[in-house]
């Protein structure tokens, strides 16, 4: 199996900062790489899909960078909405993984 | 609207068996794979297993083969996620999401379905 590795586990920040989280997959997986944010009781939701390509509706502060075996999400400005767990999901190969996810709380 | 919506709460006892569901609309359910995922309280996210409701074609993750059974009925565009002994590890929010037409991610989700197994 493919173990991804995010971090850092929890980060905080405050409102116009701006925010990096990352991803290390045990091997490479090109780019097949996909970003979700699931803020508490609700299910989560795509961010950015094949590493870099930025989901239809998702506000264009948020964006995805790597390959191989390291990967980014970047939010370029943090904004009090973006406050939730982000978690990254590997596709290269069965089965599919998540990373262990990373809360960002605004300070 | 693409739209999935999963059955409601339920509060089970050890070694009964369960059975829970997430229903598609606005779009061609025979045609997208649906995922099930597991979340255990305050924990991250565990791919359970996909299913295509076209042809029944089912694969599953290792660390759920054997623990669980997905299903789809594809004539009433509905999956299904079932156990057959539940135990209270297997208490937990389950979600099911489409699959992206050509890679696998998953870009709608259901509203989710909390299993609560205690004695």
């Known amino acids: 199996d493919i173990q991804m590795t995010q971090s850092p586990s929890t980060l905080s920040a405050s409102v116009g900062d701006r925010v990096t989280i990352t991803c290390r997959a045990s091997q490479s997986i090109s780019t097949w790489l996909a970003w979700y944010q699931q803020k508490p009781g609700k299910a989560p939701n795509l961010l950015i899909y094949?590493?870099?390509s930025l989901e239809s509706g998702v506000p264009s502060r948020f964006s995805g960078s790597g390959s191989g075996t390291e990967f980014t999400l970047t939010i370029s400005s943090l904004q009090a909405d973006d406050s939730a767990t982000y978690y990254c999901?590997?596709?290269?190969?069965?089965?599919?993984?998540f990373g262990g996810g990373t809360k960002v709380e605004i300070k | 609207e693409v739209q999935l919506v999963q059955s409601g709460a339920e509060v089970k006892k050890p070694g009964e068996s369960l059975k829970i569901s997430c229903k598609g609309s606005?779009?061609?359910?025979?045609?997208?794979?649906i995922v099930w995922v597991r979340q255990m309280p305050g924990k991250g996210l565990e791919w359970m297993g996909i299913?295509?409701?076209?042809?029944?074609?089912?694969r599953y993750s290792p660390s759920f083969q054997g623990q669980v059974t997905i299903s789809a009925d594809r004539s009433i565009n509905t999956a299904y996620l079932q156990w057959s002994s539940l135990k209270a590890s297997d208490t937990a929010m389950y979600y099911c999401?489409?699959?992206?037409?050509?890679?696998?991610?998953?870009?709608?989700w259901g509203q989710g379905t909390l299993v609560s197994v205690s004695s």
């Open positions: 999901q590997q596709y290269n190969s069965y089965p599919l993984t």
């Open positions: 299913i295509y409701p076209g042809d029944s074609d089912t």
């Open positions: 094949k590493a870099s």
């Open positions: 999401a489409r699959r992206a037409a050509v890679a696998e991610y998953f870009e709608y």
């Open positions: 606005g779009y061609s359910f025979t045609n997208y794979w």
